[in-house]
């Protein structure tokens, strides 16, 4: 047994196995593709669940892979244990129908004590308690001691959730020795001490389960293993937990060196340590694979562990946003394994220090927040409503809220605090119910046996065809006639199916007996092409030749915005920096819709040189040239990847001379003159750090231009102008006009408010040495009472005037507080809250002068009546 880097052991895991006849799958991206059960990826086994179920053929009946792992339930623990982390790799290998046990079992001792060297005599085994054959193949094939294997019962040795393929399991553990041990005489593998680790699970999927208790055999059983790299390392490095790993160090020690901190001298410094080393390592790759920072779903899971992590940052003393320099040692540690981080890195690093740089602006504002909880609390005890706000919108964890409370001898209300924490836990377990346990579901495959879609339109617009299968109402059936929504598979087609943003055709399928109208074409994970229509006129049957046609002029217009887009995505690039990545698309004829990385806003001047290389490019008319190759050498010319997409081993590249070169299955023109003229309609912003940009190209940019120069001439008739130059300078003269005449209008206003002042005053009561007037006005706005409210306070200090008006369904409240009742402790923010809830509303402002809006104006003659014993409980 030899010290083994955690990259030289997933390299001798996949190679191994690939000498046993596997094939090496890349790991799947952490985001689930065509499986919305899953919020993360969160084992090895959860990518190929399709495989398993039968729902598609796996490209091999013998695979391995090493899969990127996210499990978020106790994000909390992380770091206050050196046990818990966020991400993690799988190792895994897979047998679909093929191997079985006595290979399962015999592969994984030799890897254990041939490749790795584990000492046999440190090695444990636990099979499912009634696994006899399980125990025989460990005993008489294996050799391994019969006092070595431990049973044990269905919760821990039989693999299980819900319905779907199940069976037993056998683990294989490593004994850490007596020192890590509980000492209890019963100590051994499956114990809760720390002596025996578990680091390989073998499950054999050998029953079908209908989740009602019943385990029918399956034909074909299958093979699911999963080994934790990170566990593994552990062992091999001789190192008590993941964060002493080589890999981890090595971002832990970039952290210190930031920090100025050493590693196990302060164990709050540690705990710090622990927790950005492991969200960063998380979020880093999380964004490589397309994950956004947003408020809910994976972009919130996300968020939350980068403003962890940079909370620790400063609880370590960092005062400046550092998380991106961090990210390039995560890079830099897995970019051999996971080529697609270098090739994102300028994303990634962007991204993680925009969202740094906000969360910094947005915890100065939480430390706002709470204090100005704390200067207004007058219970000494700050709510678990409040607490609670400042963790889940903040990133203000609990003790913090109680240190600073403390400071002021105040206590927080944790009981409250853990109930509003536990809710949003249960809200969050029942929205991903289905997630995790339930990862085996699926659907009966109505297409079974239905081999994939030849697609022939990349060079063609009609095509013949062989009728293979007709679906009606979801379900299979062998004819459909006139006036029959239907779904018909092909074994050819000229109609592309809608993927990678860009729309399904729309056209014909037909022969001399009958007619389909094809609204647009789906493609199933199996690459079935499902054309949806309706039957216009006669009958189809399976197995008739019929005649495919693409409805060429939209099809013509797709394929011109889509060669937009990459001329598009280029130009970002050029212009804005090398971070640009798509992250989403549209593509229709109409226009095509391009969602990208950066974080501001375009200029006008940005946007104009964008638009000026693309069409550059397109008067240029250079040549688009589209071609298969192996991934490598799509790599090696620079060809642009989808953002979060993976990809097989070859690919399509479309190119456009040196300008742009993107792995794409769309279609596109042959020149870029065909494109016409390019034309932005619109930047706009759609999620943190990501941008949109609408646009156009061919005959939708004519009608484009036509509109805008209609709209021109409706103007210019509107304004009385003669033509379209003269234009701004008449906008202008009616804009000063208007503008003259609203002061004029709110000059008057102010004059009639101020003659109506004197009536007004003498209806104020007396309260003390106060007087309090309250009065709603027929006829005014809230710019009037907010004049009315200034002449008060100028004439009497002693007044406190609630004045109030109607406009439509809303009533608007102003509360305006002299000099003198300002001194007697008055505050017209309070008041205005406490007048304007009483209506349905709500407000606030300066001591002096607040304001409120209420809805429910039926009541604001009740809320007015109120508002004397509202000042009188505050001044006694």
């Known amino acids: 047994m030899q010290w083994t880097g955690l990259n030289e052991l997933r390299e001798k895991f996949l190679s191994f196995f690939e000498s046993k006849g596997h094939l090496r799958m890349p790991s799947a991206s952490l985001i689930p593709k065509d499986d919305n059960s899953l919020l993360l990826i969160n084992s090895g086994m ?11 053929t796996p490209p091999s009946r013998r695979v391995t892979t090493c899969q990127k792992c996210i499990r978020t339930p106790d994000i909390e623990r992380v770091g206050i244990t050196a046990r818990h982390g966020t991400f ?120 079908d389960s209908d989740g009602k208790g019943n385990y029918p055999p399956m034909e074909h059983p299958n093979i699911d293993t999963g080994m934790g790299l990170e566990r593994l390392a552990c062992i091999m490095q001789g190192v008590d937990n993941l964060f002493l790993v080589d890999t981890m160090q090595s971002i832990m020690k970039h952290i210190c060196r930031i920090a100025g901190v050493q590693y196990g001298e302060d164990e709050k410094k540690d705990i710090s340590l622990r927790v950005i080393t492991d ?85 100065d504002q939480g430390m706002q927040l709470l204090a100005g909880v704390l200067d207004k609390n007058e219970s000494r005890v700050v709510s678990g409503q409040d607490a609670f706000l400042l963790n889940d919108t903040y990133g203000f964890p609990l003790d913090l809220t109680k240190e600073i409370a403390a400071e002021r001898g105040m206590t927080v209300d944790e009981e409250e605090f853990h109930r509003l924490m536990q809710a949003q836990k249960d809200r969050a377990r029942a929205a991903r119910k289905n997630a995790g346990a339930d990862a085996w579901a699926g659907e009966a495959d109505a297409l079974d046996g239905l081999p994939e879609t030849d697609f022939v339109g990349y060079d063609r617009l009609e095509t013949p065809a062989a009728l293979l299968g007709i679906l009606k109402n979801g379900e299979r059936v062998s004819t459909a006639a006139a006036g029959d929504e239907i779904a018909l598979v092909l074994d050819h087609t000229a109609l592309y199916a809608e993927s990678g943003g860009q729309v399904g055709d729309m056209g014909l399928v037909f022969n001399d ?82 969602d990208f990385t950066h974080f501001s806003a375009l200029t006008a001047e940005e946007l104009q040189r964008v638009e000026a290389l693309v069409n550059n490019v397109i008067l240029e008319d250079i040549p688009v040239e589209c071609r298969e190759m192996p991934i490598d050498e799509a790599r090696k010319l620079g060809a642009m990847a989808l953002f979060g997409e993976k990809y097989g081993d070859i690919v399509r590249v479309v190119s456009v001379g040196d300008f742009s070169r993107e792995f794409c299955g769309g279609t596109h023109v042959d020149r870029t003159g065909k494109l016409g003229l390019f034309k932005i309609i619109s930047e706009s912003s759609v999620a943190a750090g990501v941008r949109r940009i609408s646009a156009v190209t061919g005959l939708n940019t004519l009608r484009l231009f036509n509109e805008t120069n209609a709209l021109l001439h409706n103007a210019c008739a509107v304004l009385k102008v003669n033509n379209i130059e003269e234009l701004p300078g008449r906008a202008e003269q009616v804009l000063a006009e208007s503008k003259e005449k609203d002061s004029a209008i709110q000059a008057l206003s102010d004059k009639m408010a101020v003659a109506r002042l004197g009536g007004l005053l003498e209806r104020a009561e007396t309260l003390g040495s106060l007087q309090v007037l309250a009065a709603q006005l027929p006829d005014a706005d809230p710019s009037t009472l907010r004049t009315m409210c200034d002449r008060i306070r100028e004439q009497s200090e002693s007044m406190v005037a609630i004045l109030a008006c109607v406009n439509g369904e809303k009533a608007n409240i102003a509360v305006c507080v002299g000099k003198q009742a300002l001194a007697a402790g008055l505050n017209a923010g309070k008041i205005v809250r406490e007048v304007a809830k009483l209506a349905g509303g709500s407000g606030g402002g300066r001591p002096e002068f607040a304001m409120a809006g209420a809805k429910d104006t039926a009541k604001l003659q009740e809320a007015l009546a109120a508002a004397k014993e509202i000042i009188a409980a505050i001044v006694k």
């Open 46 to 56: 959860a990518p190929l669940k399709k495989y398993f179920t039968g729902e598609v």
């Open 88 to 207: 993690f790799e799988m190792l895994g290998n897979f047998s679909f129908g093929d191997y079985f046990k006595h290979e399962a079992i015999a592969w994984a001792w030799e890897f254990c004590t041939k490749v790795l060297e584990l000492p046999e005599e440190k090695l444990w085994v636990t099979i499912y308690l009634d696994d006899d054959e399980a125990f025989d193949i460990w005993t008489k094939e294996i050799g391994v001691s019969p006092e070595r294997i431990v049973r044990l019962g269905k919760e821990d040795n039989f693999w299980e959730h819900g319905s779907g393929p199940c069976g037993p399991c056998s683990e294989i553990h490593f004994d850490r020795g007596e020192k890590y041990g509980c000492g209890k005489p019963s100590c051994g593998p499956g114990c809760d001490c720390d002596r025996y680790t578990e680091f390989w699970n073998v499950v054999f999927s050998q029953f």
């Open 279 to 363: 969200h960063v390592r998380s979020t880093t790759f999380m964004i490589g694979d397309g994950v956004m920072p947003s408020n809910e779903g994976r972009g919130y899971v996300l968020r939350r562990l980068l403003r962890r992590a940079a909370r620790h940052g400063r609880l370590l003393g960092i005062g400046r946003p550092f998380l991106s320099e961090v990210a390039q040692t995560v890079i830099q540690e897995n970019k051999d394994a996971y080529p697609e981080l270098e090739e994102k890195k300028a994303m990634i690093t962007r991204l993680i220090s925009v969202e740094e740089e906000s969360f910094a602006r947005t915890i």
């Open 513 to 594: 007996k009958a007619r389909a109208e094809i609204d647009t074409v789906q493609k199933t994970a199996s690459k079935v092409f499902l054309h949806h229509g309706r039957i216009t006129q006669g009958t189809l049957t399976v197995g008739d030749a019929v005649n495919v046609e693409n409805e060429s002029a939209r099809h013509l217009s797709i394929m011109r915005n889509h060669t937009g887009a990459h001329l598009l995505q280029a130009a970002l690039r050029e212009v804005l920096g090398a971070h640009v990545e798509q992250a989403g698309q549209l593509v229709d004829d109409a226009f095509v819709r391009f």
